[in-house]
């Protein structure tokens, strides 16, 4: 049975952390003076209210929060959260439709970077501060954050934890989860703070350092500007930016490990890692030929092209410092495999996650042997760990869902009207959370506001349940999860 006491309670919670950094945008929107002070105060005042509302009708709950509970709470923390993040957009008038604004709040909160901005110059600092909040805060799990900041909020923060974590393995620094939360949250701040500095010594403002900072450690993807990167026409910014997605893009327990530690030989022995640098240096090599031979570019030119870009999408960024769409077609084939693959477990990336994918090649090594020793007993091994029968059945599961969500997504955009290749694309951006799509009607370098409104909800379901790892959300739609025992 459903303990909705404590759910209230959290949720409640989560709210008045929200709340906070609404507080934040409103004071930068009362720094610069602009319209959206308004709106900012309405969103502030509405969020605290149904905080109070919601601890209300949670109050004498106890914290007995059990793995269904865990669940539920995960999944409605997100929607919630992105609910009342489209207020500033409405309330100020930037943004008219609900559709829209809970479109641009649910890619910020799940770190996606899909925008239905056509003219992003126009905003106001507030709000565009307010966008690339979403993507700070839901870049590591709104949970998760609340859990390093006050884990006294979150009642059986361990279960929820695990409901809104990446990856198939998880890893701990120290038993305690809340030490661990902060460890991690530790390492992010670090790279925020490295990636604003690098990006205002190379040439940005202290706004735009800020912003693309927050937008590249979250591997989200909003932009200030209209070009994004390419704005600034600047191959230092683009090779900061390029390292510092990569690296936001890593598993933060292995950075923690690997340099608080100095222990920087287990980065590289560390099997995902390996497969992650491996295919990130492959595709670049690809492209940046590709783009000598064919749009002839230099080869200085290409291998940055092609670092950036493979960067952004496996990280699931978003960022372009150069039109793909110009690009010969076999890049794309290379850049949706990013998009497929996505980053680390225990990162920011989305997508598929490297450590699956060395699962699957072991998975696959294993069976050809099994082939020849029908009876030998084969372990699957990562970093001299053996993977349990039961992970590599939830492997293949996962698998399995993600590839059937991306056919049966492709299929309702097409049956909707939308062509092929912009269907395909935009499913594999949605639920891997990468941003940009690779059609006509959706390129790497536009907005998605020419879809219809049905799509764009569609499009905020699955860059849920991508964030969330699929199970986590779908699980909640089974009859079993509302039967009492």
Same mark, same amino acid.
């Given at each position: 049975m459903i303990n909705w006491k404590i759910i209230y309670k959290i949720l409640g919670s989560l709210l008045f952390v929200e709340a906070s950094l609404l507080f934040c945008c409103l004071i930068m929107a009362f720094c610069y003076k602009e319209d959206d002070t308004f709106a900012f105060l309405v969103a502030l005042v509405t969020t605290m209210f149904f905080g109070f509302v919601l601890k209300g009708m949670g109050r004498n709950a106890d914290n007995n929060l059990s793995r269904r509970d865990a669940y539920l709470v995960v999944s409605?923390?997100?929607?919630?959260? %992105?609910?009342?993040?489209?207020?500033?957009?409405?309330? %100020?008038g930037y943004l008219t439709s609900f559709a829209d604004a809970y479109f641009e709040t649910m890619s910020g909160f799940t770190t996606t970077g899909a925008t239905i901005i056509d003219n992003v110059e126009i905003f106001p600092h507030g709000l565009l501060f307010w966008r690339s909040l979403t993507h700070w805060i839901g870049g590591l799990g709104i949970v998760f954050f609340t859990i390093a900041l006050l884990p006294s909020m979150v009642g059986g923060s361990v279960k929820v934890f695990a409901a809104e974590a990446t990856g198939p393995i998880r890893s701990k620094l120290h038993p305690r989860l809340s030490i661990s939360a902060k460890w991690i949250w530790m390492v992010y701040l670090v790279l925020t703070v490295g990636c604003t500095l690098s990006y205002f010594a190379f040439g940005m403002n202290w706004f735009d350092s800020i912003n693309y900072a927050m937008a590249t450690t979250a591997t989200g993807g909003f932009a200030t500007h209209n070009t994004s990167m390419e704005y600034f026409h600047s191959p230092a910014l683009e090779y900061a930016g390029a390292f510092f997605c990569l690296a936001s893009g890593t598993n933060f327990t292995l950075l923690y490990i690997a340099f608080a530690k100095l222990k920087i030989k287990e980065l590289f022995k560390n099997a995902e890692f390996k497969f992650y640098i491996y295919i990130v240096i492959l595709f670049t090599l690809f492209i940046a030929v590709e783009l000598v031979i064919y749009n002839h570019y230099d080869i200085e030119h290409a291998f940055r092209s092609g670092i950036f870009q493979v960067a952004s999408f496996i990280t699931t960024t978003g960022f372009y410092n150069d039109d793909p769409g110009l690009w010969p077609h076999a890049t794309w084939v290379v850049l949706a495999a990013c998009m497929f693959f996505g980053g680390c477990s225990g990162s920011t990336g989305g997508g598929f996650k490297a450590i699956r994918g060395v699962m699957v090649l072991r998975i696959i090594k294993n069976e050809f042997r099994q082939i020849l020793h029908p009876n030998a007993v084969l372990p699957l091994k990562i970093d001299g760990v053996n993977i349990a029968q039961q992970k590599r059945v939830t492997l293949l599961a996962f698998f399995s869902t993600y590839l059937i969500l991306c056919l049966v997504m492709s299929f309702i955009l097409i049956a909707y009207g939308i062509n092929n290749t912009d269907a395909i694309t935009i499913t594999l951006s949605s639920i891997g959370n990468v941003g940009p799509a690779l059609g006509s009607q959706i390129?790497?370098?536009m907005s998605w506001s020419s879809l219809p409104d049905f799509a764009k909800w569609m499009c905020s379901l699955m860059m849920l349940i991508g964030r969330l790892e699929i199970f986590t959300v779908l699980v909640?739609?089974?009859?079993?999860f509302w039967k009492e025992n």
């Open positions: 409605l923390a997100w929607i919630i959260f %992105s609910l009342f993040g489209t207020m500033p957009f409405l309330v %100020s390129g790497p370098t909640i739609f089974t009859p079993a």
